[in-house]
């Protein structure tokens, strides 16, 4: 048996039975002829027929095996769409992992990965190979609400070569105390007055991408993106 798991034992061939164990077992009905027992550890029982004045005894030796330790890492809570690290360990090095749960990319491992956007739960059956024994231990991981981030550019079409001044809003973002906002862009060189503010300006001679990056109190952020293009110079001839 492995612990927790219980059997039936059943006496015949007597008129009745009185039923006892080597080490302290808590019988519902000691002389009932079936005897559905869940010892924690290996036990002998030993049950006597009595049948008039004559009796006879028989013993059955039930032998327990331990389950396998099972432990998890937490997850730390993460923000809107994210991947997992989802680490099991047990005691034993004979013992084989499957992890259930959403998207997870390699459930057969101790260690492996998820990828989640909400609330989940992942649960790990740890089986020990030698014994046949298995336990489960559950992690679960909160998603938290990534902010909002909005950038408008204008104007967003610029004269190839002329020095424009643009101006970046990010009117539309989620507001409110210890929220942050960082505006940069893809060329190193461009240099962004305000770039801390919701609105910033700066200015472009032609195509550049920006981008505004929205980090709320808990640390989430989101990022997006935005971009300068250009109108041709015109040919005169």
Not at 59 to 79: E, K, L, N, Q
Not at 204 to 222: F, K, N
Request: hydrophobic letters at 30%.
């Amino acid at each position: 048996l492995c612990a927790g798991d219980s059997v039936t034992l059943i006496a015949s061939g007597a008129t009745s039975y009185v039923w006892t164990s080597d080490q302290a077992y808590p019988f519902n009905d000691s002389t009932s002829t079936n005897q559905t027992i869940g010892p924690l550890t290996t036990t002998l029982f030993t049950v006597t027929g009595i049948s008039g004045s004559c009796s006879q005894t028989a013993t059955y030796s039930v032998a327990v095996s331990p389950r396998p330790d099972v432990t998890v890492a937490p997850i730390p809570d993460f923000c809107g769409c994210d991947t997992l690290q989802l680490q099991a360990g047990s005691g034993s090095s004979s013992v084989t992992y499957s992890w259930s749960g959403l998207g997870i990319s390699q459930p057969g491992m101790a260690a492996t990965n998820a990828y989640a956007c909400s609330n989940v739960s992942y649960t790990v059956t740890v089986r020990d190979t030698v014994t046949g024994c298995s336990n489960s231990n559950t992690v679960s991981a909160f998603s938290r609400n990534a902010p909002i981030a909005v950038a408008d550019i204008t104007p967003d079409k610029v004269c190839l070569g002329s020095t424009t001044i643009i101006t970046l809003d990010g009117t539309g973002s989620d507001t409110g105390n210890g929220m942050q906002y960082y505006w940069f862009a893809d060329d190193p060189t461009v240099f962004i007055f305000g770039n801390s503010g919701i609105i910033a300006t700066t200015e472009v001679t032609g195509s550049t991408v920006l981008h505004l990056t929205v980090t709320d109190s808990t640390g989430c952020s989101t990022t997006v993106s935005d971009s300068v293009g250009v109108y041709p110079r015109p040919t005169i001839s």
